[in-house]
């Protein structure tokens, strides 16, 4: 029980605090990649939108959250760990809709018990030509994960204290479509978390780690 009521305190924080001004650029730049495509490629007529699920439950005395690991196929995003998400349907009736769609889709997420607690920053990704919103939300217990195999390679249940350890952060040289780009990464459960995903956890963390907002009147 004690666990449960400090997870309901952790959603109900994070909750408050993601309705005040977000940081934004400033998180995402601590982990954007040097690429020259990010520098000369503008959102468009042809840029999509999408977004994904950022999703927390306890477990173990322990906040959670999943990630997954992207089939190799021939794209831009082959190989990669990733939330669960995808791009918007016009039958979606928002961006959240989507999000919760591409989370049951992809990982067999049941939405019965779901609560959406806000959102972070809208991030455009050049490589894909994407505005891509991260929705965050939570769900009282450890979900059942029913992989699609055509999405989903694997599933990686990553705690909160891991991904916050300032030791996992590291940084390499990436092929991007023959474009070589340094790019600072989280090193997980031996994987690279870079590139969108990477710039949405710095962001996440520096909402989490901000000093509490004030108490509105």
Aim: glycine letters at 6%; a negative charge.
């Amino acid at each position: 029980m004690a666990a449960l009521e400090s997870f309901s305190a952790f959603t109900e924080q994070l909750a408050h605090k993601l309705k005040f001004p977000l940081p934004g650029e400033t998180a995402h730049r601590v982990m954007q990649a040097s690429s020259r495509l990010r520098l000369t490629f503008k959102p468009n007529h042809r840029t999509r939108r999408s977004a994904v699920l950022i999703l927390f439950y306890p477990y173990q005395e322990e906040i959670y959250f999943p990630l997954i690991l992207r089939p190799a196929y021939d794209g831009v995003h082959s190989g990669q760990v990733a939330f669960p998400g995808g791009r918007y349907e016009l039958s979606d009736e928002n961006l959240i809709r989507t999000a919760l769609r591409e989370a049951q889709e992809e990982i067999g997420l049941r939405l019965t018990d779901v609560r959406i607690l806000g959102a972070l920053t809208e991030l455009f990704i050049p490589a894909s030509n994407f505005h891509v919103l991260p929705v965050v939300a939570a769900m009282p217990y450890r979900p059942g994960f029913y992989p699609d195999p055509r999405e989903v390679e694997d599933i990686f249940e990553i705690k909160l204290e891991e991904i916050s350890d300032v030791n996992i952060i590291g940084s390499s040289d990436i092929q991007v479509r023959g474009e070589q780009v340094h790019a600072p990464h989280y090193m997980v459960q031996g994987y690279k978390i870079w590139g969108a995903t990477a710039m949405m956890i710095s962001e996440l963390l520096a909402v989490l780690n901000a000093p509490d907002p004030e108490p509105e009147n």
